[in-house]
């Protein structure tokens, strides 16, 4: 049996435009209209994701990885080619999309979930471990345009993980909030990863995410495909062409190296958890061992 296609990207090709570059005196005294250039971000991309995939997308900046999530969002539309995602619910979660900034959180999380296609029923179910998942308490009351970009992005977070849709799309987000929301919000998405009916893509500032948490990759250059496969094969081609281009040296941004060390710490704490439930076990065993020696011993006598 075939695995299902729950993502389709045929021959995609998306474009925008952007302000010519110039300087802002001869920009302000021109009579000419401003010049536009048109940027094609996305270079006739094709590729299908199964049910149950995660997928990483890495690339160098301004590869296209960004505006190809917020078109199988939904967010963009293709200039050419089609997406198809078939009837299955998608969530994206990525900083400065998705909010009414005028509306409080406690608004945006109805806003949010029906725009998903949640009942309001559904929601109000959701509705209280959406809050106590993000940790906002009060300010869910708030409008979203006081929060702090942390603040934000945890509520963001919040819905996504709870409301559980098929399709989750991950944008460069595991690396913010405070240290005890990062560690939560791994550990949530290991959770919702070791989920087969669910499909991931998630765009990672750390390498090391993407070769933990997914189980193939696409590598995107300059708006193209430039590989796609297993994690190890695919980072270990990336990570060379970036060496090359950075003379040498693998460069890490401070993203990056802040969503390693989640990873290392919530490694280290799940390890701590696991030897500590195999002692508890393991003495369990030893006392029952021991009762049933000293019931058998009485019988005896």
Known sequence: MSQENVIKVSDVHIRYKVIKAQGIKKSFFSLKKTKLEEIEAVKGVSFEIGKGEIVGLVGKNGSGKSTLLRSIAGIFSADEGKIDIGDHSISLLSIGVGFNKALTGKENIYLSGLLLGFTKERIQ??????VEFSGLGSFINMPVRTYSSGMYSKLAFSITAVMETDIILIDEVLSVGDMQFKKKSFR????LIGNKERTVMIVSHSNETIRTLCDRVIWLN???????GK???VLEA???YMMKL???QLKKTK??????????LVAEEDEAN????NEQTGNAQESALAENTNDNTGDNG
């Open 246 to 248: 950075d003379a040498g």
């Open 231 to 233: 994690p190890e094969e």
């Open 222 to 228: 300059e708006g193209l495909i430039k590989m796609d």
């Open 274 to 277: 696991e030897q500590a439930g």
């Open 255 to 264: 993203k990056a190296q802040k969503e390693e060390e989640i990873l290392r």
């Open 188 to 191: 949530k998405m290991k959770e």
């Open 238 to 240: 990336y990570e060379d």
């Open 125 to 130: 179910e959701k509705y209280n471990e959406i």
